[in-house]
């Protein structure tokens, strides 16, 4: 067995360089044809911008020869002779002077090459050149099916649904979900696993991403399904997150509506984060009591939730005194932000 593991190794490593020569020897072939065509339009534009040299070559000895006929035009001593030709030679100044205003020192070809190589997909496709680990290669799953009607986008999340084909007889191990940066950029993976359903969250608001998916199984991974478009919401929607909120903090309406009885400082947030962008927020106070004075303001989700808002660089607050004034409060020495503000408010507030 150790010799024909041996001899085997040998054998399968032989295949494995003539493969990838072989590939090589492809890729020098088409880099080869990519160059004739560089070649090509650099000769193109040589040849156009030489013809142009050529062509004002030719005005300019006529302009010159003209300007020396004018010379000796202008040395005639008899009147009667100048003005026999002079008509005929100020129209053949004009025209001359029209054919070099018609653009004929405007260069007919840019510089710039018009050529560009998109090698992506195929740097793609070297990262996922690997072995199939069985002798008798099954077939990939089929391609899975994005269900438009259980596809939506909530605030800054996306839930996306897919399905394997009705006819499908290879089974799928899992499924890989993918989704652009919501501006056209590449995509990046966002889910790997065996459900087909997925809702992603922390998405910018008031932006479209792309999203795909694929299926795998042991032999390989399947094509892409179809492009799915996803506009996410230009304003934000939500309430108040119990989750995240004091003990002390009682909730209504919905989690609209947050009271507090404490004497103590309280703090709840909301169930929407943000990372970017300009937001807007409307609160009502509708009973203050003399307690702690309420405030509001952006946090980061670790914030103290039994301090003062803005006591400590996650948060920064504005709130109101016993004589109903506005403060602006804020810990941090540099004036910074906190990364990915949320608006919180003391008693009650939002996130």
Same mark, same amino acid.
């Given at each position: 067995?150790?010799?024909?593991?041996?001899?085997?190794?040998?054998?399968?490593?032989?295949c494995l360089v003539?493969?990838?020569?072989?590939?090589?020897?492809?890729?020098?072939?088409?880099?080869?044809?990519?160059?004739?065509?560089?070649?090509?339009?650099?000769?193109?534009?040589?040849?156009?911008?030489?013809?142009?040299?050529?062509?004002?070559?030719?005005?300019?000895?006529?302009?010159?020869?003209?300007?020396?006929?004018?010379?000796?035009?202008?040395?005639?001593?008899?009147?009667?002779? =100048?003005?026999?030709?002079?008509? +005929?030679? @100020?129209?053949?100044?004009?025209? #001359?002077?029209?054919?070099?205003?018609?653009? !004929? &020192?405007?260069?007919?070809?840019?510089?710039?090459?018009?050529?560009?190589?998109?090698?992506?997909?195929?740097?793609?496709?070297?990262?996922?050149?690997?072995?199939?680990?069985?002798?008798?290669?099954?077939?990939?799953?089929?391609?899975?099916?994005?269900?438009?009607?259980?596809?939506?986008?909530?605030?800054?999340?996306?839930?996306?649904?897919?399905?394997?084909?009705?006819?499908?007889?290879?089974?799928?191990?899992?499924?890989?979900?993918?989704?652009?940066?919501?501006?056209?950029?590449?995509?990046?993976?966002?889910?790997?696993?065996?459900?087909?359903?997925?809702?992603?969250?922390?998405?910018? =608001?008031?932006?479209?991403?792309? +999203?795909? @998916?694929?299926?795998?199984?042991? #032999?390989?991974?399947?094509?892409?399904?179809? !492009? &799915?478009?996803?506009?996410?919401?230009?304003?934000?929607?939500?309430?108040?997150?119990?989750?995240?909120?004091?003990?002390?903090?009682?909730?209504s309406n919905d989690?609209?509506?947050?009271?507090?009885?404490?004497?103590?400082?309280?703090?709840?947030?909301?169930?929407?984060?943000?990372?970017?962008?300009?937001?807007?927020?409307?609160?009502?106070?509708?009973?203050?009591?003399?307690?702690?004075?309420?405030?509001?303001?952006?946090?980061?989700?670790?914030?103290?939730?039994?301090?003062?808002?803005?006591?400590?660089?996650?948060?920064?607050?504005?709130?109101?005194?016993?004589?109903?004034?506005?403060?602006?409060?804020?810990?941090?020495?540099?004036?910074?932000?906190?990364?990915?503000?949320?608006?919180?408010?003391l008693h009650v507030?939002?996130?």
């Amino acid at each position: 067995m150790v010799q024909q593991i041996q001899e085997n190794s040998v054998e399968f490593e032989a295949c494995l360089v003539a493969q990838c020569d072989a590939l090589i020897d492809a890729l020098n072939r088409r880099k080869a044809q990519l160059l004739a065509r560089v070649n090509k339009e650099h000769e193109h534009k040589l040849k156009v911008v030489r013809d142009q040299i050529s062509h004002c070559t030719v005005k300019l000895r006529q302009t010159t020869g003209l300007m020396e006929y004018c010379l000796e035009v202008i040395k005639e001593n008899d009147p009667s002779g =100048f003005l026999q030709i002079s008509d +005929a030679l @100020i129209r053949r100044v004009h025209l #001359t002077e029209d054919q070099w205003g018609k653009g !004929t &020192l405007t260069p007919r070809m840019t510089t710039d090459f018009d050529l560009s190589l998109d090698n992506s997909p195929l740097l793609q496709s070297i990262h996922q050149l690997d072995f199939v680990q069985m002798k008798a290669s099954s077939p990939v799953p089929a391609t899975p099916i994005l269900q438009l009607e259980e596809c939506c986008t909530h605030n800054n999340s996306a839930t996306l649904s897919w399905k394997q084909p009705p006819l499908s007889t290879v089974p799928a191990e899992g499924y890989i979900l993918e989704l652009d940066d919501g501006n056209g950029g590449q995509f990046r993976e966002v889910y790997v696993g065996k459900e087909t359903m997925c809702t992603v969250d922390g998405l910018h =608001f008031n932006s479209t991403y792309n +999203a795909r @998916i694929k299926a795998f199984n042991k #032999t390989g991974v399947s094509q892409y399904s179809k !492009t &799915l478009v996803l506009q996410t919401s230009e304003v934000a929607w939500f309430a108040f997150d119990p989750g995240s909120a004091h003990a002390d903090i009682i909730f209504s309406n919905d989690n609209l509506t947050v009271t507090c009885s404490s004497y103590d400082d309280r703090v709840v947030l909301g169930k929407t984060g943000f990372s970017k962008g300009v937001h807007y927020w409307e609160l009502t106070v509708d009973r203050y009591d003399n307690h702690p004075d309420p405030a509001f303001g952006v946090a980061r989700m670790d914030v103290m939730k039994d301090v003062m808002l803005g006591k400590d660089d996650k948060a920064w607050a504005m709130y109101v005194d016993n004589h109903r004034s506005w403060f602006m409060h804020n810990n941090s020495h540099t004036n910074r932000y906190p990364a990915a503000p949320r608006l919180s408010l003391l008693h009650v507030g939002f996130w």
